[in-house]
């Protein structure tokens, strides 16, 4: 795969870390949409880049060298048949907001001071819609992997995080009607478009995927050790996952992961707890999911066990992780490499397997 279908295969993974917009509680679904400009476009590296996600998944691309849209999965095509205009209403939008980046870009490096080298600007707006029927909300800019500028759609006020975006923000708050426009648009025009993505999802076939279970352990000091359970692979989104004591649910010392997407439309998570070494062979993790098969239990037990030859332990992607400042390390990556390419596949595209059922699995101890 060439370097640009790196960029967009990596932006399918680890943009929507991050873009989408929790509700909490019931079960949600999310749009959003990504623009970036960068200062010095080159071989592979666009200088102007939009993405949409739905629920996290890649869906469509624009960049300034193709200059029209693209699909990236596979029911875009019932999504055009529902809206023909889908395709004008997106190239049309994109291309408006590639001028206006590509000249904005060189006022906010003048206003920060920079008169050259690699910068890079971005612009996200997300809405998410609960199965409750609750409406949620986000709309912000960034600079150089920093958040700049966030709108509060409840009370119309920007968040600053600068002096120079302390600029636009009193700018943008004396122009009248341009708040109230900024929250309209968030939640009538984003949540039309979502409930079209929903309608064209729900007459898609998707196969229930079991999840992937490890389990890993780390020691600590005086006697503690960390017990990581790692969750991958799986569809549809809602999942429940406990770490269990004597089969009691220790809910409290839990901490827990956010729900992320894999390009190929599964989901990942991951549960942790500290515990005393002795006490390890009493956690189990407990997995809840649709993909079991009913009649023979809804859940799966996977104890802390060592087996075999030592593996190296899953990398927790954490929520502290900046949306921005990810998509800035890409970019930069991209730059460096040229237009050299790279073997791989094209995970949006692929079939997903199918459903596997693991009811334990070895588990080798990783310091």
Known sequence: MAPMGQLWGLLGVAVPLLMEVGLGGAPSHSLSYLFTVVSEPGPGLPQFMVSGHFDGQLFASYDSERRSGVPRTEWME?????????????????????????WQIGTVMRHYNHSGGLHTMQWVFSCTLSEDGRKGGSNKFSYDGKEALSFDK????????????????????????????????????????????LEVRKGVPRKRVAPVVKVTHKAGIGGLETL???IHGFYPKDIDATWRKDEEVR??????GNI??????????????????????KYQCHVEHDSLP????????????????????????GSALVLILIVTLIVIILKKRGSQNAPATNAEMQEMNPPQRRRRICISVAE
Request: net charge negative; charged share 30%; proline share 4%.
């Open 78 to 102: 019932e999504m055009v048949e529902l809206d023909p205009g889908y395709w004008d209403w997106l190239n049309r939008n994109a291309r408006n907001s590639e001028q206006i980046f590509k």
């Open 154 to 197: 409840e009370t119309l006020r920007w968040t600053a995080s600068d002096a120079v975006a302390e600029g636009y923000k009193e700018k943008w708050e004396a122009e009248a009607g341009r708040t109230q426009r900024s929250k309209v648009y968030l939640e009538d025009k984003c949540i039309s478009m979502l409930h079209k993505h």
């Open 228 to 230: 990581v359970c790692h």
């Open 251 to 256: 809910e409290q010392e839990t901490l827990r």
């Open 260 to 281: 992320t997407p894999n390009s190929d439309g599964t989901y990942n998570t991951w549960i942790s707890i500290e515990v005393d070494e002795k006490d390890r062979d």
């Open 294 to 317: 009913e009649g023979a239990g809804s859940d799966l037990h996977f104890p802390v066990v060592e087996c075999g030859a030592p593996i190296l332990p899953w990398i927790i992607v």
